[in-house]
């Protein structure tokens, strides 16, 4: 609920604050009295676009501050938390101009944006008018309106969940089917890769073990390589041994060679023979032992080659072709079994669809017993305000399948139909400036209680009627204001008399014109609409009438 607006230098307000309360609030003035004004400052502090213009002449700066009362709402406070600001029992709308025309929105003084400002007024307050092309006029919400008035909330929730599963199980096979596809475009490229690892069979730490292996076999093979060398200089022809040999015999054949001197070295020779021989033989047996089996080092040579020149292949450490294989088996796996798969989660798909449109089905039924419910409670409204040959229609529109959405399967729009036999089209393009405001009106009747914003203003929704129909406006607004606030600049006396609370506007001053609102008492009351009854001479006659108009009927 509004429950103050202040508003300081805006175009002929200086300065001035309403106090508001629930109930019908009615605001009468002359014409040009700044009645305007004030609802245009309503909708700046609400987040209408600023300008320079709407500065009192001579300001540097204006403002307009609008408090709400218990706006405590789940809607209001998921938007608010979304910008860090708390939900408090009292809100306030702030909305400051400069002489530039830079402007600052506030919500709770924190400073937010005007686009957040115009979505938390949204929310807050409904202003209806005939130039007004947003809340009932706006197609948009027309299928949220019929609902809220149908009570099709728990029918609503069941089809949203449906259409979350849906979509859900929608995804799932979206994403099996591309991963299949991707898989698919590279199976060839798979198979023979996973030929070629299976083939091969690495394991992990193959490499450093086939490594050590190879460096041990090429020691051992230069070993050997130089151990036969060894053997084969000192055989062969004119080697060590043959010398040694050769020495012993031609110091043997000597004439001295029973001199004892020579027989020491003889003795030495021999044994070194012995030693030579059995040196000899020791490297043969040697030679003998060293296991170097040519096969096997270029067996081990030739898989680490194979292991390595796969691993570069696949850019990778060897130690990881294994996980590579075990990947690469999965995907054929995964592939092998895709129609089995894509045949499960398209069963799901379709389960899931059946269930969409069974509380679709439902859901659909109930609305459109609501549109006929409601169809008759804004048609039976519509005489009472002079507009006896209009007729009021929803039309429910099925959508495609394919534009289902947690919403249900059809879109809803209020139509009207002004005159008999004149086709029925949308409510702002077939009603003229007072049918219209009348139209919101009846429809707005109808669908009380059913959700909106607390706080509804009407701009001159009397215009053009008088009598019986302004009082049957005025007993309408009355109505829509036991359950909220409602807000209504008027012209006519039969509302103004329904009020709860009564605000005059006027403007004062010759050179420097300001607009001012008065709250009335009783007397002042009876003379307003008793000025709004006879014009700009008042009478008693007219006094007399505002006073009926005052007393309550029994």
Known sequence: MLSSLRIENIVLIKQLTLELDRGLNVLTGETGAGKSILLGSLNLAL?????????????????????????????????????????????????????????????????????????????????????????LLDVKGHLSLLDQFGGHAKTLAAVDSAFQTYQSAAKTLAKRQAQIAEMAAEEDYLRTCTEELQRLAPKVGEEESLALRRAEMQRGSRMLSSLQDAYAQATEEGGPDAQLRSLIRTLARLPEAEDERL?????????????????????????????????????????????????????????????????????????????????????????????????????????????????????????PLRMDAAKFQTVLEPVKNDHWSSSGAET???????????????????????????????????????????????????????????????????????????????????????????????????????TNVVLLGDADRREEIARMLSGETITEAARAAAESLLTPVP
């Not at 609008?66 to 860090?84: K, M, P, Y």
């Not at 294989?325 to 389960?351: C, Y």
Request: hydrophobic residues 45%; proline residues 3%.
């Open 263 to 383: 027989a020491p070295v003889l003795d030495m020779l021999d044994r070194a023979a012995i030693e030579t021989d059995a040196a000899l033989s020791q490297l043969s047996d040697l030679i003998r032992s060293v296991d170097i089996d040519p096969a096997e080092l270029d067996s081990v040579e030739q898989r680490l080659f194979d292991l390595r020149g796969l691993a570069r292949k696949h850019d990778m450490a060897v130690d990881r072709l294994p996980d590579l294989a075990e990947t690469f088996r999965q995907k054929l796996t995964l592939l092998d079994a895709a129609e089995t798969d894509v045949g499960a989660l398209e069963q799901a798909l379709a389960a899931a669809r059946g269930a969409v449109e069974d509380v679709a089905r439902a859901l659909s039924a109930k609305r459109r017993a609501a549109a006929a419910k409601l169809d008759k409670a804004v048609n039976g409204e519509l005489p």
């Open 47 to 135: 987040g209408a676009r600023a300008d320079a213009g709407l500065l009192r002449a001579g300001s540097e700066k204006g403002s307009v501050t609008a408090v709400f009362e218990g706006a405590q709402r789940a809607d209001l406070q998921a938007l608010l938390e979304e910008a860090d600001i708390e939900l408090e029992d009292q809100l306030i709308l702030r909305r400051r101009i400069k002489a530039d025309g830079a402007s600052r929105a506030y919500i709770n003084d924190a400073p937010v944006s005007a686009g957040l400002l115009r979505a938390v007024g949204a929310i807050l307050v409904e202003i209806h008018g005939q130039h007004d092309e947003r809340g």
């Open 412 to 514: 809803a729009r209020f139509e009207i139909s002004t005159n008999p036999g004149a086709p029925f089209g949308p409510l702002i393009k077939i009603a003229s400036g007072g049918e219209l405001s009348r139209f919101i009106l009846a429809l707005k009747v109808a669908l009380a209680g059913q959700g909106g914003a607390s706080t509804m203003v009407f701009d001159e929704v009397d215009r053009g009627v008088g009598g019986p129909t302004a009082a049957a406006v005025g007993k309408r607004l009355a109505r829509l204001a036991d359950d909220g606030q409602v807000i209504v600049v008027t012209h006519s006396p039969q509302v103004a008399a329904l009020a709860q609370r009564h605000w005059q506007i006027a403007k004062s001053g010759r050179q420097d014109v300001t």
